[in-house]
């Protein structure tokens, strides 16, 4: 079985201008989140899907950043404009249920701001 | 806020050793996972617990939960270079998001 694919893998931009990310959940699984980490922190939540509809986006910076689950399956995360705080390690992860019970994560991608 | 805080923030130990690593939270919870973090990848889920359970195994891993107290510990008996990792305690609350802690820093030498 796939795993969660995630691209690119690393990333540098200078402040201000936008950036963009790719996932690919594990096929089949409904619920696909995006976390966003900061060097040394724990994974903190910035919006979850489930199919194609947002059930939890409380905790994303919505003047900068957005996402879309087009069709229920791949996802986009986009930044602009980028912040220097906006640096860290962006990882996406997916599951089955609406349970949020075991969820698989990708490698992520390093944004590395400028 | 920070729901679940683990503890010690590092922990460095010999290969054989056992390593215990605790998870404190702050409001009542569904379920606490453990995941662990291998340097540069994403995390991998190692065990859930749910709130009426006391006690988890699975292979080397052994992990309590104390309602109670609120807190939750990680034990990995018999230790190898390769458990070298962070690992980190997620509560999952009614409100169903999962949080993560700041995780534990594991290093196991050879």
């Known amino acids: 079985e796939a795993g969660v694919a995630q691209s690119p893998r690393y990333k540098i931009i200078e402040k201000r201008q936008s950036v963009a990310f790719w996932c690919n959940p594990i096929?089949?699984?409904?619920?696909l989140y995006w976390y966003q980490q900061i060097l040394g922190q724990g994974p903190k939540l910035l919006i979850q899907f489930q199919n194609n509809g947002v059930v939890d986006d409380s905790q994303l910076p919505k003047d900068r950043f957005s996402a879309e689950r087009l069709k229920g399956v791949d996802s986009t995360l986009k930044i602009q404009p980028a912040k220097l705080e906006d640096s860290a390690v962006y990882l996406c992860a997916s599951s089955s249920g609406q349970s949020n019970e075991k969820l698989f994560f990708g490698s992520g991608t390093q944004l590395s701001v400028l | 806020s920070q729901q679940g805080e683990e503890d010690p923030q590092a922990l460095s130990i010999q290969e054989g050793e056992n390593a215990t690593m605790n998870c404190s939270y702050k409001?009542?919870?569904?379920?606490l996972q453990w995941y662990r973090q291998n340097s540069g990848r994403g995390l991998v889920h190692l065990i859930l617990i749910r709130s009426n359970e006391r006690e988890k195994h699975s292979g080397r891993l052994r992990v309590t939960l104390d309602t109670s107290k609120k807190s939750s510990s990680l034990l990995i008996t018999a230790s190898r270079a390769a458990d070298t990792a962070s690992y980190f305690c997620a509560t999952l609350t009614s409100g169903s998001r999962l949080t993560f802690g700041e995780g534990t820093q594991l290093t196991v030498n050879p």
């Open positions: 409001t009542s919870i569904n379920n």
């Open positions: 096929s089949g699984h409904a619920t």
